[in-house]
């Protein structure tokens, strides 16, 4: 009797550890987005006027979920507040739009300073990390489920949503690259057919920023990508986002295979 009293008491236990979450993540995503959620996103991410309303909708269920599962830190003494979350989750659900109900499953933990922040360490792309610094670093994403951003430089890459630099589309380009398991610039993929094509379109584009780099000659993209191929794939995107049109003119190979990988056609929206 006892060792059935136990038992049916482990599988409830159990059952509620595993209904619980889900519960609370359906009431998460089933609660009215708030108007001044609507409201920082107009003033903050100036795309969002811009999308249709079905792509808005999509976006506020995305950023519901966001919001609900990662979690914010506020760090160098920066108070973290609603429109620090809702930018950010903003601009990271852009990437998922049409594509999946999966919202960075990676990933646990935003951590934002309030400008440019010193980390002890060197650039190195390896074990999941990628870590750049432009006077400091402004963004890192790390393969254990932490995206690191600098506050002022999220507020100016959002506002100003035309120069093809965005640190948060570029942060969580390399979230979604190392859910292939290493951030290599080949996030994950349709199929066998579709990394053939990306893989053939990547290596030469990459190949041809790193010449103009070397040659001092300019680039759309920006010539931080000829870093490495993660790199290339984070800046690509920013490329991709917020310079559509120059983009699918001068790199129309490349601008193909972002929009069949992202399910979107950015210049739709201009
Ligand atoms: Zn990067």
Redesign the pocket.
Known sequence: MNVLLVSTFIILAIALAVWIPKFRLKCAIEARFPERFVAILEKNVPIYPRIPVELQQQLQLLIKQFLHQKKFYGCGGLEITDEIRVTIAGEACLLLLNRRPRVYPGLQSVLVYPAAFVAPRTEVAAGGV???SRQGLL?E?WGDGRVILAWDHVQQGARNFADGHNVVL??FA?QLDSESGSTNGAPLLRNLSSYRSWAAVFSREFATLQADALEHNTSLLDQ?GATNP??FF??ATETFFEMPAQMAEQHPELFEELKKYYRIDPQEWL
């Open positions: 990628v870590t750049h963004g994403s570029h942060e390399h931080y993660a790199e984070a800046v």
